[in-house]
Each structure stands twice: as C-alpha cells, then as structure tokens.
C-alpha cells in the first residue's frame, strides 16, 4: 500500500507516454503501473489530464537588489506563485555588487531561501568580483556547497560586467572544476555608448530601449562568449535568448565543437517590442534586457525548441512594481528596473501558445521546462523525471482548462500582470512536491519555507 497514488493519467514517462499509476511512498516515486491498479491511502484520480515532471525553472530572481532597488516579491511570495504554476525547483540567480565577496552573497540568498521558499530550489552565483578572495570562495562554494553554475554579465558596465581578462581565467576555472557558466550576453560598452547617445538626443522613453541594445549586440555578445569557451574548453549556457540571430552564432560554435547550451524566457515567447512602445510610460512594463524583439523572432525561437537548438525555457522573473519601482525612469529608460515577471504563467504559456498552436509537442514541452534543465544543471533524475527513485514532484495537468492571464489570480507581489487578458488553455489541477500536496487550480496549499536546497 502506498502512501499516495496518482491513478488513471496520461503519465509522461522518460521512456514513453501511457495511461497508468505512480506510486508514491514518502518524497519517492516508488513504482509505476502502466494500465494501473495500484492502491494507495490516498489516491488522485488523474483520469483525463496528464501527468508530468515537476517543472523546473533555470532562471529566477527574487532577491535582486538592482538599480537602486530591489525586486519586489521575496521567497514565499514567488515559490508560492511557481508551484501554482506548476514549477516545483528553482534556480534563482545571486547577484551580488561588485564590493561583495561570494560567499557572503550565498549565505545571504540561502538564508533568505530556507526561512521563505516553499519549492525546492538552488542556486547560479554571479562573478562580479575575481580577485583572489573571490577566486578561493569560489572553490569553497563549489566543494562544500554543491555549487555547479556561475554567472556572467557581458552588459551592465560598471555594475556587473566583467573584463575579457577575468572572462578568460574565469572560464579555466569552470572547466577545472567542472563548473557551467551561464552568461547574459551583450557588450556592456556598445550599450553603454548607444544609450547615451539617445539621451542626449532627448530619446528618453521605454521604446528607446530596445534600439539601445540591438540584436546585433546580443549575437555579437553570444559569439564573444563561444570564442573565449572554444579557447577554454569550459561549458557555457546563454540565457534569454531573444532572436534567431543569437541562436545561430550559438550552433556555428557548436558547429566547432563549442559545448554550449540556449535558453530562451517566457516574455521573448509571446510578447514583442510593440508592448514597450505602449503609449504614458505603459511601455515600462515590458523593459527587460536582452529586449522583446520583433514578432517574427518568436518563430525563431519556437523554431529552434522543436529542432533541439534551444534547449530549456526559464523565465528570468524579475518583479518590478509599475508604481514606485518601473517609474523612477519617468525621464529615462536607462532608470528603468529591467524584468517582466513569469514565474507563475511560463508553463501555460508555452502550453498555450506553443503546444496548442502546434509549434512544439507535449513531450518537447516536458524537456525544455523540466528534463533538460535537470539533465544541464546536475539534478537529474532526481529531479525532472517520473521514474522509480526520482523525488515525487508530479504535475497533473488539465489541458482543458480555458481561461485568461490575470494579475488579480497572481501570487506574485507584482503591480501587474505582463500578459493581462491573454488567452490561456490548461494550468496545474495537481502539484505536489516530493509526495505532498501543495498547489492546484489556483490555490497554494505549501508549507512556508517547506522547499529544500539542492546540492549539485
């Protein structure tokens, strides 16, 4: 007898796709049944939806002190808005100043992470600081606290970028250790040069923004870090790719043996420039770097998450109030707090807007929001799989649901919902996190700071 079963779902295996029971004794997946006919104390009649891995989001910031503020939600607020969502694991991004010494950095967002998350969750740490402090607490995080990703900026110059120099041995370190360094890639120069420069032309709303930081950049950004990885030998992952043109300089490296992974986000899925042209400062809604594109980019990217060119969907959840926060860049876009929340609404969305319209199918959608993030990030098959001795995150989803993304049904802190009034088909009916029930058609049921950190 088992603690719970999950009877009668279509159930999203590793291996194949079929009607039967999962078994569930304590936080472990401990038999699967095809056709059924397990019993359990408690069973969750599945009949009619489907069954996936808990989804896995590689791209989180909730504590995030960023242009002279910090995001808004804090660790309960968003995990609670990610298990809705479906999403039982998180990788949220430290981001320390430039003064801070790395080990300070995680103590702080780990703390702040067990007294508040409600889903599972680990952590990439920025590089911002490489002297030698930093470069031995580097090394200490990665033995002691399973840390197995970095991160760079190739953007923010003066806050968070770094030099070529410090990229370069930076990226031997990675490869000695094993280690894969995920990048933001732009060229903070080119940026910082092409923002002042419409300043001073008295260009100074949200649509500028987007022209402040051309695709151009980011493709040159992503060739840049494939150059320094071809060089190096280390692994590199680009997050939020926003155009085709990044995606093709990322497979000509590949091409040449460059072992480097795509990641594109939520918002450069379904919105486009068009959002931060919206007129009275609306736009600043939807500034975010690398910016929402043309439309035409979005095939481009569904594109290349059918062919297998982009291998994982994140979010890059970044809360900025519109009152208070968007608009201290009243007078220029440069002020703006870049970030278009999507923590709760990513997996909808690329059911809704992928999966539905017949641009991606149901198992791609299980690889690029779960299997692959855990397969990259050292989780697999503990997370990211249903398998016998995998954790028991369990979506049960109900593709039938029809409605529309509202802020007024978000967990999120957020004054706002980027995706207001958009149509929606399916949600979570179902989440549970290693065997306990904790989220479903809406409602969060979770345990404050019930998640645990991962150790890669």
């Known amino acids: 007898m088992f603690d719970t079963v999950i009877a009668g779902g279509t159930i999203y295996s590793p291996e194949s796709i079929f009607v039967g029971d999962i078994g569930i004794s304590g936080e472990t997946i401990t038999e699967i049944k095809e056709?059924?006919?397990?019993?359990?104390?408690?069973?969750?009649?599945?009949?009619?939806?489907?069954?996936?891995?808990?989804?896995?989001?590689?791209?989180?910031?909730?504590?995030?002190?960023?242009?002279?503020?910090?995001?808004?939600?804090?660790?309960?607020?968003?995990?609670?808005?990610?298990?809705?969502?479906?999403?039982?694991?998180?990788?949220?991004?430290?981001?320390?100043?430039?003064?801070?010494?790395?080990?300070?950095?995680?103590?702080e967002w780990k703390g702040l992470a067990e007294e508040g998350c409600c889903c599972d969750y680990t952590f990439h740490l920025a590089v911002v600081r490489f002297d030698e402090i930093a470069k031995q607490q580097l090394r200490e995080l990665v033995a002691n606290e399973g840390v197995q990703s970095f991160k760079i900026f190739l953007a923010y110059k003066g806050a968070l970028d770094i030099s070529d120099e410090n990229l370069q041995e930076l990226m031997g370190v990675c490869k000695e250790l094993g280690v894969v360094?995920?990048?933001?890639?732009?060229?903070?120069?080119?940026?910082?040069?092409?923002?002042?420069?419409?300043?001073?032309?008295?260009?100074?709303?949200p649509e500028w923004h987007e022209p402040s930081r051309p695709r151009n950049v980011e493709a040159g950004g992503v060739a840049h870090l494939c150059e320094f990885a071809q060089r190096t030998g280390a692994s590199v992952y680009v997050v939020h790719t926003s155009?085709?043109?990044?995606?093709?300089?990322?497979?000509?490296?590949?091409?040449?043996?460059?072992?480097?992974?795509?990641?594109?986000?939520?918002?450069?899925?379904?919105?486009?420039?068009?959002?931060?042209?919206?007129?009275?400062?609306?736009?600043?809604?939807?500034?975010?770097?690398?910016?929402?594109?043309?439309?035409?980019e979005h095939d481009a990217l569904w594109i290349g998450l059918a062919n297998g060119n982009v291998s994982t969907v994140g979010t890059d959840h970044a809360p900025f109030n519109f009152n208070g926060q968007k608009d201290m860049g009243k007078d220029n876009f440069?002020?703006?707090?870049?970030?278009?929340?999507?923590?709760?609404?990513?997996?909808?969305?690329?059911?809704?807007?992928?999966?539905?319209?017949?641009?991606?199918?149901?198992?791609?959608?299980?690889?690029?929001?779960?299997?692959?993030?855990?397969?990259?990030?050292?989780?697999?098959?503990?997370?990211?799989a249903i398998a016998v001795g995998s954790d028991?995150?369990?979506?049960?989803?109900?593709?039938?649901?029809?409605?529309?993304?509202?802020?007024?049904?978000?967990?999120?802190?957020i004054d706002y919902s980027g995706f207001e009034g958009m149509e929606r088909k399916g949600r979570s009916d179902v989440v549970l996190l290693?065997?306990?029930?904790?989220?479903?058609?809406?409602?969060?049921?979770?345990?404050?700071?019930?998640g645990t950190y991962i150790s890669r």
């Open 35 to 107: 056709g059924g006919g397990l019993e359990g104390e408690r069973v969750i009649d599945a009949t009619g939806k489907l069954v996936f891995p808990g989804f896995i989001d590689p791209h989180v910031h909730i504590h995030l002190p960023f242009m002279g503020t910090n995001a808004i939600d804090d660790h309960e607020s968003a995990t609670k808005a990610a298990l809705v969502g479906g999403t039982t694991t998180i990788i949220e991004m430290i981001c320390p100043g430039p003064d801070d010494e790395p080990a300070n950095a995680f103590a």
């Open 181 to 205: 360094l995920t990048a933001h890639c732009e060229n903070a120069e080119l940026i910082d040069a092409k923002q002042k420069q419409l300043v001073a032309e008295r260009k100074t709303g």
């Open 243 to 296: 155009c085709g043109e990044a995606v093709s300089r990322a497979m000509e490296a590949k091409e040449r043996g460059v072992d480097v992974t795509v990641e594109a986000v939520a918002p450069h899925l379904v919105l486009d420039k068009t959002y931060a042209e919206l007129p009275n400062f609306e736009g600043a809604k939807y500034v975010m770097s690398p910016p929402l594109r043309d439309k035409e």
């Open 334 to 384: 440069i002020l703006i707090p870049n970030g278009i929340p999507s923590i709760q609404e990513r997996v909808d969305l690329v059911h809704t807007y992928g999966v539905c319209e017949g641009k991606i199918d149901l198992q791609t959608m299980v690889d690029v929001c779960s299997t692959n993030v855990a397969k990259q990030f050292n989780m697999y098959p503990r997370k990211g």
């Open 392 to 413: 028991a995150d369990i979506v049960v989803y109900d593709p039938d649901y029809v409605g529309t993304f509202k802020h007024e049904d978000g967990l999120s802190k």
């Open 434 to 450: 290693r065997g306990k029930v904790v989220a479903g058609q809406g409602k969060c049921v979770s345990e404050i700071g019930g």
